[in-house]
């Protein structure tokens, strides 16, 4: 499996046939992205929560392309609402299966207004495993002791996780989160994208790999991480 970062909190999990677009924030929407929702082709789009900078190209990029989307229910029932078809719909719990794994969606800590001001409340995290690979994006989230549990429950091979503060949890308790987690690989996101959330991912990597059994891999946007 291919994981590019393309950005933010954007990542496409790819085995040639499928790709899989989490929180579709493309360029020029996002600053540190280098490609357009023209430049990518998901097969499916899982979504964590509403925030502009999580679903700023999500509405054309899957009118376009046709990708099963998959979204907590109030955020699924407003992309039904904007012409999406072939929308799932879990909740917190819910397990979402395609022909190249699964999507859980679990707990996280943030607010959740869509760009046009509706507030829907509820915001995921995804626990995704793609051919046999489990990926867990943290999504936007403070640091909370049931991420503990939540890996329990699915062991993590590569976490995405939120490091810039501001508006998630910062370098520092994403170093108990990655404790928490437990995951081979840590992959920081969620910084360096705006002034608020402006931290030092190498201090984040030296503080996980002397303090935790996980290795962090730090990607530039546009770069990929192979397993
Ligand atoms: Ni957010
Ligand atoms: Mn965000």
Redesign the pocket.
């Known amino acids: 499996m291919d994981i590019n970062f393309i950005g933010h ?1 954007t990542f496409e999990l790819s085995d040639g046939d499928s790709r899989v677009l989490i929180d579709p924030f493309l360029a020029p929407n996002n600053p540190a992205a280098k490609v357009s929702a023209d430049d990518v082709d998901p097969t499916h789009i899982l979504v964590t929560h509403g ?1 502009a ?2 679903v700023a190209d999500l509405v054309p990029l899957a009118k376009r392309t046709g990708a099963q989307c998959v979204a907590l229910v109030e955020l699924a029932n407003w992309l039904d609402e904007q012409g999406v078809e072939n929308v799932s719909d879990p909740n917190y719990g819910g397990t979402v299966e395609f022909d190249w794994g699964w999507v859980k969606m679990v707990q996280a800590f943030h607010t959740g207004t869509l760009p046009d001001g509706t507030v829907v409340g509820g915001q995921a995290g995804l626990v995704i495993n793609f051919g046999g690979t489990t990926v867990y994006h943290l999504g ?1 989230t403070c640091l909370f002791g049931d991420l503990k549990l939540i890996a329990e429950r699915t062991p993590v091979d590569i976490a995405l996780m939120p490091i810039g503060g501001h ?2 949890m910062d370098r520092h308790d994403a170093v108990v989160a990655a404790d928490f987690v437990g995951a081979g690989t840590v992959i920081p996101m ?1 910084y360096n994208t705006f002034p608020p959330i402006e931290t030092d991912a190498e201090a984040f990597k030296a503080d996980v790999e002397s303090k935790t059994s996980s290795q962090v891999v730090i990607l530039e946007p546009g770069e990929t991480h192979s397993t």
Do not use: K, L
């Open positions: 909190a925030h900078d999580h936007d508006y998630t969620h």
